[in-house]
């Protein structure tokens, strides 16, 4: 072959140059994919149930995840319950059929008998476009995990083409938790009710949460400006008295109605 391409230079440069103008041509016009289309088999379980989030976590969404686990080809198992809804994704792994997936996770849920209504869904890993980020932190601190996630981590999110909308499951907002004391009330002849109408009317512009004495206990919606907690302490309630004299001001979050939790 050596000897033809040095015997035959015209054929030998012919034949170049077709690989060449083919190789251009080729590249010009083939389609290059490079996110080849997978799809990813999920089948999700939505159940309704009466109950508040505690309950639901327990008594519906643990006793999915502790009948589903057992099916073969389970990748990952993501679970999130809400008061009176529980929604539990299972991701299989790329070679089980999503048909069979479904079919399994039907025969399961069949022997849970729930006393609770559900739904079986298949979804396209892809096509569905959601996308489950679970973070935590190492040192367990929940207030600074909260502040990150509001402040940096869904901002951040946000903030990328193409993403629609963040969603936080099992986030606690921050709240301002006031707790009165009876004694310090009489002492000033105020009563719970005229002190959560005193608040509200600040025109404050962040929820404060609730409002709590010893059997009273209402909730506060309305925003708060302040820089400092030591403003919402220092919000004057009558002549002379502040709301720091006559309750304890911290800050707090909501209490849950949800809960997130990946099993790896």
Not at 120 to 143: C, P, Q
Not at 144 to 152: P, S
């Amino acid at each position: 072959m050596i000897k033809t391409a040095i015997n035959r230079p015209v054929t030998t440069l012919m034949i170049f140059l077709s690989l060449v103008v083919f190789g251009i041509y080729s590249l010009k016009t083939m389609n290059v994919n490079l996110y080849p289309q997978v799809n990813i088999p999920i089948v999700k379980i939505t159940t309704n149930a009466n109950g508040d989030m505690n309950y639901i976590k327990t008594k519906i969404t643990q006793k999915i995840e502790d009948e589903v686990s057992s099916i073969e080809g389970i990748k990952k198992l993501y679970s999130t319950s809400f008061d009176n809804l529980s929604v539990v994704s299972i991701e299989f792994e790329l070679n089980k059929d999503l048909e069979s997936a479904t079919n399994d996770v039907r025969d399961k849920m069949q022997k849970a008998r729930l006393n609770a209504n559900y739904e079986i869904e298949k979804l396209n890993g892809l096509s569905s476009a959601v996308f489950s980020l679970f973070i935590t932190r190492l040192d367990g601190n929940e207030t600074k995990l909260m502040q990150e996630i509001d402040d940096v981590a869904k901002p951040f999110l946000e903030r990328i083409s193409g993403v629609s909308k963040v969603k936080t499951n099992g986030f606690l907002e921050p709240a301002v938790k006031i707790l009165l004391d009876r004694f310090k009330l009489d002492k000033n002849t105020l009563s719970a009710n005229e002190v959560a109408n005193l608040i509200k009317v600040e025109n404050l512009k962040t929820p404060l949460g609730k409002i709590e004495n010893e059997k009273i206990q209402m909730a506060i919606k309305s925003n708060f400006s302040a820089k400092s907690i030591d403003e919402i302490r220092n919000l004057t309630i009558k002549q002379g008295v502040f709301l720091k004299d006559i309750a304890s001001v911290d800050l707090a979050y909501k209490d849950a109605n949800e809960a997130a939790i990946m099993d790896k």
